[in-house]
């Protein structure tokens, strides 16, 4: 099938890729052309592991190029997909400026008939409102012509977003066109029947992925739901935490013991310092925005949104405990990715971490091993350092906020012997405690 795909952030190109492995013709596009010049010369605009690979192997086989002309790909193609950004506005509501452009842009560009897949986080009734938006923009001449809209959002975790692609634990399809939704299985066939090259012999082959076919505000409230949900179960469990040093109880125990019961399961219970990130922020402020305008309460959503944002805070507490006084102070931060695997720092914990430490007087030093420059939204006073090791040097306290697999390996002894005070708070209850501890390190992690 002809396929565009509008964006080129983490939900698009993936999702291009995807298709095009698939054995689609995918046009990706973006009106950011620095983007599209940088997939051009085969370098990637993020960082996703195995992405690049599958798009070099993709644009070799001609299933996948790259373009800023957004309107000629529109006419090309049959298949449209829009994965562009949400942003949350400072009132928590997602920004659909964007996608109000793109849906625009639709409507001038239709000159045949085109089914137009929505993949952007959106609040409830999006999908009618990208239908009334191109409606209004179509030209005299294609008025005529006839346009379907999907609602078949991402469930894609950056860091995994590859393999999340081609092994979803599910595909949902809002729309009460049949027509329509026989086409969305023809296009996904093959990964609802785990039918393709990169899924034989591979461990996470699925036998087959469900598939849910809803109304499109069902299948745009799923999206909202599910990440609300898991990220109640993370500030749930920090909560928790918080009680366990209270009461001098072992967080990863109570997790371990509380997670041997189906009903609760083991993932997304790690105590820590909270959750971050382009998606779980942003989507339990909206769905909380949402609720309110409806007139539904939302009391869970803004007490999950309160105790992640306390997580951050208790890091600081914790650090004055251990130093007192934090002007002058020397910080050694490892770990600027909002989560390991990714290169994105929207709403990263080690932002707000760093920037009141800054705020404190501290010297503060950050490392991380793909984030390489200072975020717009971090204080510029703060050093990116080349390796652990320098922003460890003579350092009072050692904050370790992104549990990157790399800091398993570093040489702590030789950390010991670097650092002023063998200080260190872990932020993700990440390192090995006992180690630290015979090693002479003073060690707090969250809840134990």
Same mark, same amino acid.
């Given at each position: 099938?002809? =396929? ?17 492995e698939i054995e689609h013709n995918v046009i990706c596009v973006d009106k950011d052309e620095s983007k599209i010049n940088m997939l051009l010369n085969g370098k990637m605009p993020i960082y996703e592991p195995g992405l690049d690979k599958f798009v070099e192997k993709n644009v070799k086989k001609k299933n ?6 957004? !309107?000629?790909?529109?006419?090309? &193609? ?21 996608? *109000? ?8 560009? $239709?000159?045949?008939?085109? =089914? ?47 393999? @999340? ?6 595909? =949902?399809?809002?729309?009460?066109? !049949? ?12 990964? $609802?029947? &785990?039918?393709? *090259? ?16 809803? @109304? ?34 072992? $967080? ?28 779980? %922020?942003? @989507? ?7 609720a309110e305008e409806y007139g539904a309460h939302a009391s869970i959503l803004n007490a999950v949104i309160q105790v992640n944002n306390y997580q951050r805070f208790k890091i600081i507490q914790k650090a004055m405990d251990l130093l007192g006084i934090i002007e002058d102070k020397i910080i050694g931060v ?5 989560? %390991? ?7 990263? %914990? ?17 490392? @991380?091993?793909?984030?390489t420059k200072i975020p717009p939204e971090m204080d510029q006073k703060v050093i990116i350092s080349k390796d652990p090791y320098e922003t460890l040097k003579n350092a009072n306290l050692m904050v370790l906020v992104t549990d990157w697999v790399d800091f398993l390996d570093l040489d702590f002894v030789k ?6 005070? %063998? ?26």
């Amino acid at each position: 099938m002809k =396929v565009c795909v509008i964006g080129t952030g983490y939900v698009g190109l993936v999702t291009g890729v995807c298709l095009a492995e698939i054995e689609h013709n995918v046009i990706c596009v973006d009106k950011d052309e620095s983007k599209i010049n940088m997939l051009l010369n085969g370098k990637m605009p993020i960082y996703e592991p195995g992405l690049d690979k599958f798009v070099e192997k993709n644009v070799k086989k001609k299933n996948l190029i790259f373009s800023s002309d957004v !309107e000629s790909a529109i006419k090309s &193609q049959d298949i449209i997909f829009i994965c562009v950004g949400t942003p949350p506005t400072s009132a928590g509501k997602p920004d659909l400026n964007s996608l *109000d452009e793109v849906s625009k842009l639709i409507g001038k560009s $239709i000159n045949s008939y085109k =089914v137009i897949i929505n993949k952007s986080t959106v609040p409830i009734g999006t999908a009618k409102r990208i239908k009334k938006i191109i409606k209004e923009n179509l030209s005299e001449e294609n008025k005529n012509n006839n346009f379907d809209i999907v609602s078949n959002p991402e469930f894609l975790k950056e860091g995994e977003a590859v393999e @999340d692609a081609f092994f979803p634990e599910r595909i =949902v399809f809002g729309s009460d066109n !049949e027509k329509v939704i026989n086409l969305m299985k023809k296009l996904y066939e093959p990964i $609802i029947n &785990q039918d393709f *090259d990169y899924a034989n012999n591979n461990p996470k082959k699925r036998e087959k992925v469900p598939i849910i076919i809803t @109304d499109s505000t069902s299948s745009e409230l799923i999206k909202y739901a599910s990440n609300a949900f898991l990220a109640t179960k993370i500030s749930f469990v920090n909560e928790v935490a918080n009680i366990c040093e209270r009461v001098g109880a072992n $967080i990863l125990d109570v997790t371990y013991g509380m997670g041997l019961d189906s009903r609760i399961g083991t993932k997304y219970m790690k105590a820590g310092i909270g959750w971050g990130g382009s998606c779980f %922020p942003k @989507d339990v402020r909206a769905l909380s925005f949402t609720a309110e305008e409806y007139g539904a309460h939302a009391s869970i959503l803004n007490a999950v949104i309160q105790v992640n944002n306390y997580q951050r805070f208790k890091i600081i507490q914790k650090a004055m405990d251990l130093l007192g006084i934090i002007e002058d102070k020397i910080i050694g931060v490892l770990g600027i990715a909002f989560k %390991p695997n990714t290169d994105d720092t929207r709403e990263a %914990p080690s932002v707000t971490v760093i920037n009141k430490l800054v705020e404190l007087g501290a010297e503060v030093r950050a490392y @991380d091993p793909v984030v390489t420059k200072i975020p717009p939204e971090m204080d510029q006073k703060v050093i990116i350092s080349k390796d652990p090791y320098e922003t460890l040097k003579n350092a009072n306290l050692m904050v370790l906020v992104t549990d990157w697999v790399d800091f398993l390996d570093l040489d702590f002894v030789k950390i010991k012997q670097i650092m002023k005070n %063998p200080y260190i708070i872990d932020g993700r209850n990440f390192l090995e405690k006992k180690k630290l501890l015979d090693l002479g390190f003073v060690y707090r992690g969250i809840g134990y």
